[in-house]
């Protein structure tokens, strides 16, 4: 069964350094993983996906993340955080046999302080 | 930008009433799916449609919830009779074909429902 793991329900840094939200996957097959935000009370925004090609994929505001096969982890990074960083956010594989449905990880909540 | 669009945003509705969402997708959108988010966690799929044809409802709690698309553009997903448990996020979200699991999702801001 394809899955996602989020090993961090909650992450706090400081403004200006470094963030990394963990996810790890369990796919038999080739998987789609996607990052997405949520801010309080609103929907979902994607911030990146994988689809085979590019091992580190860069996204919107900044955010990249990097496949490892052999790890079988997607974590998501930013070098520099700011406080509008702060939200939840979700690592989601897509299901390759069941016509691209989503699995989502529980969520990393990410709190900036200044 | 084109973006999903919901409505209401916030409902609050007593047990045993009946309470309806409407979601309209990004047009051009072939698949449409509606999402159940309680809160802490992520959501998760209650009906995915193909224009106008459902092509997953294996979540949908079909004696209670509904939801159509008549003519394969907005949808509606309605829960008749709502229970305590209900209260949740409900995310309607839209992808341009849906069948490929390279496909991004497009979701809109969700409606907030409390049954009390």
């Known amino acids: 069964a394809q899955s996602v793991t989020q090993l961090d329900s909650h992450v706090s840094v400081s403004e200006g350094t470094p963030v990394l939200l963990r996810c790890n996957y369990s796919s038999s097959y080739s998987p789609s993983l996607f990052w997405y935000v949520q801010h309080p009370n609103k929907g979902l925004q994607l911030l990146l996906k994988?689809?085979?090609?590019?091992?580190l994929v860069k996204g919107i505001n900044g955010f990249e993340a990097e496949f490892k096969k052999s790890e079988t982890s997607f974590h998501l990074t930013k070098p520099s955080a700011h406080m509008s960083d702060a939200a939840e956010y979700f690592c989601v594989v897509s299901l390759y046999n069941q016509g691209g449905k989503l699995i989502f990880g529980q969520g990393t909540e990410l709190s900036v302080k200044p | 930008e084109a973006e999903v669009a919901q409505s209401p945003r916030y409902k609050i509705t007593e047990k045993s009433q009946a309470v309806a969402f409407w979601c309209d997708p990004i047009s051009g959108h072939a698949t449409l799916y509606w999402y159940r988010q309680i809160l802490g966690q992520g959501p998760e799929l209650l009906v995915q449609f193909q224009d106008e044809s459902v092509v997953d409802d294996s979540q949908l709690p079909k004696d209670r919830f509904s939801a159509e698309r008549l003519k394969g553009v907005d949808s509606t997903l309605k829960i008749q009779p709502a229970e305590l448990g209900d209260s949740a996020m409900y995310l309607c979200?839209?992808?341009?074909?849906?069948?490929?699991?390279?496909?991004?999702?497009?979701f809109g801001p969700g409606t907030r429902l409390t049954v009390l």
């Open positions: 994988y689809t085979s090609a590019a091992t």
């Open positions: 979200a839209s992808s341009l074909a849906g069948d490929r699991s390279t496909d991004t999702q497009y």
